[in-house]
């Protein structure tokens, strides 16, 4: 069964904190995202992915980083972890083929929640 | 900049009932639409995709019809299980890249029996 796999999925965290959040898909897919989901605001992009090594800021990507060193595994990295970086964090991974192929269908992780205290 | 609503944010229905959800877009020139299912605390699972060529997509209870000149894409669930409880999110791809999808806020349905 393919899947993509988020290492935790409940963090605590301190401010000031940094925070690795991991994700690692086995579908040799090209495209890896990392959303945050908060309520009434729906998902947001915060880095994307399309390649090892490249990515690509989102919607929101301050505060955060991230790091593809590997095809399967896309990190989502907090230098310094604030209150308002509580949120539910969620990783998606797609083929690469482009759109007009009718690609893009979207597999999800089932998400980690991270408290920063 | 495309924009994605769904109304209603919250809909309560008892076991049976067929029901519609709702989801708009600002910008028509999309390449496709997609729902989402996701149970509480969990990621998303992709339901359906309609393709800008299509009208609709069904799968089992499902049926998905998108109309790109009104901005509107509805799904339909018939004869309605406590088990389709969840939160539906509808998403389009961006403009600009396709490869990120711009997501509605979600209806959160329950089913009671």
């Known amino acids: 069964d393919v899947k993509v796999t988020q290492s935790s999925r409940y963090l605590v965290k301190r401010t000031g904190e940094k925070v690795f959040l991991e994700c690692v898909q086995d579908m040799d897919h090209e495209n890896m995202f990392w959303y945050r989901q908060d309520p009434g605001l729906g998902l947001r992009l915060i880095y994307f992915?399309?390649?090892?090594?490249?990515?690509e800021k989102g919607d929101i990507p301050e505060g955060y980083s991230v790091s593809r060193e590997k095809k399967e595994r896309f990190s989502l990295i907090l230098e310094s972890a604030s209150t308002n970086q509580t949120s539910m964090y969620l990783c998606a991974s797609s083929r690469g083929d482009r759109v007009l192929s009718g690609a893009n269908v979207l597999t999800f992780g089932a998400g980690s929640r991270l408290t920063v205290l | 900049k495309q924009e994605v609503t769904q109304i209603p944010a919250a809909l309560s229905v008892p076991e049976g009932e067929n029901l519609v959800l709702n989801c708009s877009f600002t910008?028509?020139?999309?390449?496709?639409l997609q729902w989402f299912r996701q149970d509480p605390g969990k990621g998303l699972t992709s339901l359906l995709l309609?393709?800008?060529?299509?009208r609709e997509q069904t799968s089992g209870r499902l049926n998905a019809s998108l109309d790109k000149s009104s901005g509107r894409s509805t799904l339909y669930i018939a004869a309605s299980q406590p088990g389709d409880s969840a939160t539906y999110l509808c998403?389009?791809?961006?403009?600009?890249?396709?490869?990120?999808?711009?997501f509605g806020t979600g209806t959160r349905l329950q089913v009671f029996p």
């Open positions: 998403a389009v791809p961006g403009y600009y890249n396709t490869d990120k999808l711009i």
């Open positions: 910008d028509s020139a999309i390449y496709n």
């Open positions: 992915s399309y390649d090892v090594k490249m990515k």
């Open positions: 309609i393709q800008s060529s299509q």
